[in-house]
T-cell receptor
Framework: KAGVTQTPRYLIKTRGQQVTLSCSPI?????VSWYQQTPGQGLQFLFE???????NKGNFPGRFSGRQFSNSRSEMNVSTLELGDSALYLC???????????FGPGTRLTVL | QQQVKQSPQSLIVQKGGISIINCAYE??????FPWYQQFPGKGPALLIA?????SEKKEGRFTISFNKSAKQFSLHIMDSQPGDSATYFC??????????????FGKGTRLSVIA
């Protein structure tokens, strides 16, 4: 079974731009969560989607948004990029009724 | 507010030795406690997880010990190998079985196993 895939793997943007990251969950997994990983703050929860609805949201500004499609694929968008948004963005998928979150390899975003 | 505190930040262990990483949590509503292993350039991978109704869980060389009254849990890696060198994260969440709540992570422990 294929794992969680994330595209692109690397991105370089400049301040003020916007970016869209994509995540394809494991087949059959309907819940998708997004996390931000930085050396200073560690792994922090951004949001979680299930059946195209946001069920949980972390403590991030409104510049961070996401959505989920009917095939469970998810995208997250960051608008008006700031230097501090440079991070590894991880997506995780979960099968209904279980707790295990399976992580993808992440998208490394660098904001210059 | 850091809800899950992990220590140590880094750990060096001789090959064949025991690696011990500790975590403490504050929220008594947490009822699912996984440990993740992350290699450079990779996403975290689930290693082992425990729920508060048991005090210990073992899978191969990896053991979680859980102390509900002290609100602490730890990961023991027996017979540590150079291939175990990675960053380890403890985590906690609420709503076990619902798949409905976010993981709260510790800051991570960088383990180096030297020959």
């Amino acid at each position: 079974k294929a794992g969680v895939t994330q595209t692109p793997r690397y991105l370089i943007k400049t301040r003020g731009q916007q970016v869209t990251l994509s995540c394809s969950p494991i087949s059959g997994h309907r819940s998708v969560s997004w996390y931000q990983q930085t050396p200073g703050q560690g792994l922090q929860f951004l949001f979680e989607y299930f059946s195209e609805t946001q069920r949980n949201k972390g403590n991030f500004p409104g510049r961070f948004s996401g959505r989920q499609f009917s095939n469970s694929r998810s995208e997250m968008n960051v608008s008006t990029l700031e230097l501090g948004d440079s991070a590894l963005y991880l997506c995780a998928s979960t099968r209904v009724g279980t707790d295990t979150q399976y992580f993808g390899p992440g998208t490394r975003l660098t904001v210059l | 507010q850091q809800q899950v505190k992990q220590s140590p930040q880094s750990l060096i262990v001789q090959k064949g030795g025991i690696s011990i990483i500790n975590c403490a949590y504050e929220n008594t509503a947490f009822d699912y406690f996984p440990w993740y292993q992350q290699f450079p350039g990779k996403g975290p991978a689930l290693l082992i997880a425990i729920r508060p109704d048991v005090s210990e869980k073992k899978e191969g060389r990896f053991t979680i010990s859980f102390n509900k009254s002290a609100k602490q849990f730890s990961l023991h890696i027996m017979d540590s190998q150079p291939g175990d060198s990675a960053t380890y994260f403890c985590a906690a969440s609420i709503g076990s079985g619902s798949g409905n709540t976010p993981l709260v992570f510790g800051k991570g422990t960088r383990l180096s196993v030297i020959a």
